[in-house]
């Protein structure tokens, strides 16, 4: 729902120079090039040896080779995120791969994330997820839970869709659904309830979180 101006970096680290103290974290997001690789390490080193401030990547795995993720930690980066985006295969297939022509993979998606956190850490990786593509609640718990149990976190976000794209037609998830879904990361990804402990009706719809007294207090 922004636009993104395309600026030289040099710009962009003046800018942030001019305002050091409000820039708390800084997102470097990858595009679905092999260029992208080397142009991302060398923009992450450049500006953590500019600010002292934390930088996360948004990779992107289809075009990753072994040696990539160490790469970037080398060049300074301390977080990264891996854009599954659907909750299911059958989803990721239609909206990402096959189903667009895409080259993305399911599997090699959720691979990339398990390797990640083998090189970041624990709590340092983790899945962006999007609510409202088609899938239940209870596919979307199933995918987060996943995440956590492999060591990662869920950044979630809830579909928009954009004027003049393939999706401008596509209806925007329930407030109901993305309520739903919030709380139930936060409980899973802060180890408070299991996804299976979540009751759900015959829609995959969320019915009872499972929360005991104790864990009420």
């Not at 500006?47 to 002292?52: E, G, Q």
């Not at 992107?60 to 060049?75: N, Q, Y």
């Not at 990640?116 to 839970?145: D, K, P, R």
């Not at 809830?158 to 329930?174: Q, V």
């Amino acid at each position: 729902r922004v636009r993104w101006p395309a600026y030289p970096l040099a710009d962009i680290i003046r800018r942030i120079s001019s305002r050091r103290e409000t820039v708390k974290r800084i997102c470097i997001s990858m595009i679905t090039r092999r260029a992208a690789v080397a142009d991302t390490a060398a923009a992450c080193a450049r500006l953590r040896s500019s600010f002292d401030i934390p930088v996360s990547l948004l990779i992107s795995p289809t075009i990753l080779r072994d040696g990539d993720l160490e790469r970037f930690k080398a060049a300074g980066a301390d977080k990264v995120g891996v854009a599954v985006d659907l909750a299911t295969p059958t989803l990721f297939e239609r909206y990402r791969g096959a189903g667009v022509k895409g080259p993305h993979q399911w599997d090699v998606y959720w691979q990339c994330l398990q390797r990640a956190i083998a090189v970041f850490g624990e709590g340092q990786a983790g899945v962006h997820l999007m609510v409202g593509m088609g899938e239940t609640e209870q596919e979307m718990c199933a995918a987060i839970q996943r995440a956590r149990d492999m060591g990662g976190r869920t950044h979630l976000f809830s579909f928009f869709p954009e004027s003049g794209s393939l999706l401008a037609d596509h209806p925007r998830p329930s407030m109901v659904q993305y309520r739903h879904v919030q709380l139930a990361r936060f409980l899973i990804d802060e180890g408070i309830v299991r996804a299976d402990r979540f009751a759900c009706n015959p829609r995959g719809q969320i019915i009872d979180f499972g929360l005991s007294a104790a864990d009420r207090d």
